[in-house]
């Protein structure tokens, strides 16, 4: 092919590409294009071709920078957007509307919402039986704010209030000292009381790593799944505290899990990391209406990792 | 996952579009919004763009009608698709009851479709889901670029690379001018739908 209908081509690939938002790919054809033109110095108009080239390749690298600092920091949206995103990110609906609330806070700071977030994990420490998971959520929040000084005033806060427990205080700060910088530190945080047994710090230890856990598998000593490891679906998770659903036909399996029962060797499925640990299962009922009704409910906490 | 009210007889599933970055997937929502105007029960909300580029996710809600004596409504999103977006798309990727693999045509983009196909993989995985039980379909976009003279592999190659173990339904076309957009969804409802009905057994 003549040189000509050579660099012709590439750069027609080069624009089609250009006109697809591949970028890199269409840089790539500009600069081939180029490199053809600028071993020849027999092709007609060569400097105006090259600078043309040239202005693609720049714009190309200005707006490369641009995405980047766009992914560096999360775009803001409307109003409209975030309530869409806490109604689309809440799946406990129908369980409970703290719980559904409290997805729709975490979703919002997933998306880089955090002061929307904030709003609304602000409401939630209100609620008993999600405050250490809200509270823990303020604090990162604040964190990924770059505003560790905030995250430590609010905790020193609520140790001056009584809206926490020790136990809860207890695993709150372990929790902000585990994610803040040590030197956003100038002093150490205020304890709210001497830790006391060790399974209970251990216990604070485990529930301050807030890991999304997506499945837990638990092995089984007895009955029709003994000497298996059988994975479950958490269907939805505070803290150390595990909840999942067991549809009515699998309650065989998890028939001689009664509460009180200790299982070690459990498996933890999140994001980043498989982890083993152990748990005692807390809870265990049969659902007795709405969709679900039938299916178990089996709530495991986790006591070591 | 699907939520079934089993009171009101009402299903509502999701449908997740997945695939490399620029690969068609907007395009795909896009062209059902302007075309299936009767089945589309909410305005189509892109959250967010940086141009015509998706950021978090696209959604359009739809209405099926009464399907087994149950109101089917289906939600359908798409995933943003370049790399660094990868925490966004497992979010979106929650609760997914069926899905489109919009694949890329063009030769160029051969590898990228291989990588965001494994992304899928894995991210169903962490959810607890095998790639190879969820109802997934795959459509080879860009086709329409082949007649302009830019390199696109064959779809024997795409099906190669991309459903050799799968083998799922796919549909070769171009999101751009709507060939065969309207198939891959229907499909994809249709082995959603089945799935559904067999896990929830719903019935008149």
């Keep these: ?305 | 996952m699907a939520i079934f009210n089993l009171k009101k007889r009402e299903i509502e599933c999701k449908i997740v579009y997945y695939g490399p970055g620029r690969g068609g997937k907007t395009t795909n929502l896009e062209y059902i919004f302007k075309t299936f105007r009767k089945q589309i029960t909410g305005e189509m909300v892109s959250i967010n763009t940086e141009g015509d580029r998706t950021l978090f996710f696209d959604f359009l809600p739809m209405g099926l009608g009464k399907i087994k004596g149950c109101e089917v409504r289906v939600q359908l999103y798409t995933v943003p698709g370049q790399v660094q977006y990868s925490s966004t798309r497992k979010l979106v990727l929650r609760g997914v009851d069926g899905l489109v693999f919009v694949a890329d045509s063009l030769k160029v983009r051969r590898e990228k479709n291989m990588l965001s196909l494994k992304d899928l993989q894995k991210n169903l995985k962490e959810y607890g889901l095998n790639i190879f039980n969820v109802p997934l379909v795959l459509q080879y976009n860009k086709r329409d670029l082949g007649d302009q003279g830019i390199p696109i592999m064959p779809v024997e190659q795409m099906e190669r690379d991309l459903n050799r173990q799968l083998k799922v339904p796919s549909f070769a076309g171009s999101a751009v001018n709507g060939d065969r957009v309207g198939e891959t969804l229907k499909e994809c409802l249709k082995l959603t739908l089945k799935s559904l009905h067999k896990e929830l057994k719903w019935a008149q």
């Design chain 1, 1 to 305: 092919m003549a040189l000509k209908d050579s660099i012709k081509t590439i750069l027609q690939e080069a624009e089609l590409y250009h006109g697809q938002g591949l970028l890199a790919e269409a840089k790539e054809k500009y600069q081939q294009a180029q490199a053809l033109i600028e071993r020849s110095a027999q092709v007609k108009n060569r400097e105006k071709l090259l600078e043309g080239i040239h202005r693609k390749i720049a714009g190309i690298e200005l707006h490369d920078q641009k995405v980047q600092q766009t992914a560096a920091t999360s775009p803001a949206l409307s109003e409209k957007a975030r309530e869409l995103i806490k109604r689309l990110f809440s799946f406990s609906k129908e369980e409970s509307e703290e719980a559904a609330a409290l997805e729709g806070a975490i979703a919002l700071a997933k998306f880089g919402q955090f002061s929307s977030a904030l709003t609304e994990f602000n409401k939630l420490i209100r609620k008993e039986s999600h405050r250490t998971v809200a509270a823990k959520n303020i604090l990162r929040c604040h964190i990924a704010l770059a505003s560790e000084k905030a995250a430590v005033e609010q905790y020193e806060e609520w140790v001056k209030s009584d809206l926490f427990s020790v136990k809860q205080l207890e695993s709150i700060r372990v929790f902000l000292e585990d994610n803040i910088p040590p030197e956003a530190l100038e002093k150490p945080l205020s304890a709210p009381a001497a830790p006391a047994a060790s399974a209970e710090e251990e216990t604070a230890r485990v529930e301050e790593e807030f890991i999304d856990i997506s499945s837990i598998g638990i092995p089984f000593e007895s009955g029709p799944a003994q000497g298996k490891v059988i994975e479950f679906d958490v269907n939805f998770q505070s803290g150390n505290l595990l909840s999942l659903i067991v549809p009515q036909k699998e309650g065989n399996i998890i028939e001689d899990l009664a509460v009180g029962t200790k299982i070690n060797d459990l498996q933890f499925y999140s994001p980043i990391a498989i982890f083993n640990g152990a748990g005692v299962v807390s809870e265990k009922s049969q659902i007795k209406s709405g969709p679900k009704q039938g299916d178990f409910c089996l709530d495991i906490e986790i006591t070591s990792t």
